[in-house]
């Protein structure tokens, strides 16, 4: 089984700043990794994802992550935080093999103060 | 390509009604599924489908039907609504596999609301 979990339902941080929204998963054989992000009344769409290779993902926006194997963490960072990137954002695991079913995170709310 | 589409956008229903959300993608993507989703709760799976014709249910199936007669169109049925299924109903499609991580697509979402 697998598991996603977020810490922080909620995160506010001020235009500027440094955006790191935290995530941590669960799973018995290796795992593709994602985040996805949804604006106000919209669906969710792909950030950026970890499969294989290289380790810091760059995904949309300026957004990128690091899948940590040693800590089960793959955290969401963005140097400098924008109006625009007020948004949840939901963290994302599936297995390699199958049919690669996902299973989501519960979600963090960013807010940005400007 | 129009993506993912879903119909209609926002419905009211009284208990016991039932309705038939509707889902539709142009991508020719095999694996269809339908999510709702509840505050703290973030997505959760209630039905999928691998391909026409074959369906499975998720983590929360109960109360709802599908089924997959076309690659283009995966219905959700409410079969009689409950106040506890007032949620927000997104609708995914994306390929089956691939050594690249697969990446599902969104609808728009069905806000539904059942007094």
């Known amino acids: 089984a697998q598991s996603v979990t977020q810490l922080g339902s909620h995160v506010s941080v001020s235009e500027g700043a440094l955006v790191l929204l935290r995530c941590n998963y669960s799973s018995s054989v290796p795992p593709y990794l994602f985040w996805y992000v949804q604006y106000p009344n919209q669906g969710l769409q792909l950030l950026l994802k970890y499969t294989t290779g290289a380790t810091l993902v760059k995904g949309i926006n300026g957004f990128e992550a690091e899948f940590k194997k040693s800590e089960t963490s793959f955290h969401l960072t963005k140097p400098s935080a924008h109006m625009s990137d007020a948004a949840e954002y939901f963290c994302a695991v599936s297995d390699q093999g199958g049919y690669q079913k996902v299973t989501f995170g519960t979600g963090t709310k960013l807010q940005v103060i400007p | 390509n129009a993506g993912v589409t879903q119909t209609p956008k926002f419905q009211v229903l009284k208990t016991g009604q039932s309705m038939t959300l509707q889902c539709a993608q142009d991508?020719?993507?095999?694996?269809m599924s339908w999510y709702r989703q509840d505050p703290g709760m973030g997505l959760r799976l209630i039905h999928y489908?691998?391909?026409?014709?074959?369906?499975d249910q998720g983590e929360v199936p109960n109360g709802y039907n599908v089924s997959r007669s076309t690659t283009e169109d995966f219905p959700l049925r409410l079969l009689s609504a409950a106040p506890s299924q007032t949620s927000v109903y997104f609708c995914?499609?994306?390929?089956?596999?691939?050594?690249?991580?697969?990446?599902?697509?969104f609808g728009p979402g069905t806000r539904l609301t059942v007094l």
């Open positions: 489908s691998v391909g026409a014709g074959i369906t």
């Open positions: 991508m020719n993507h095999e694996y």
């Open positions: 995914a499609s994306r390929t089956t596999e691939g050594v690249f991580g697969v990446t599902q697509y």
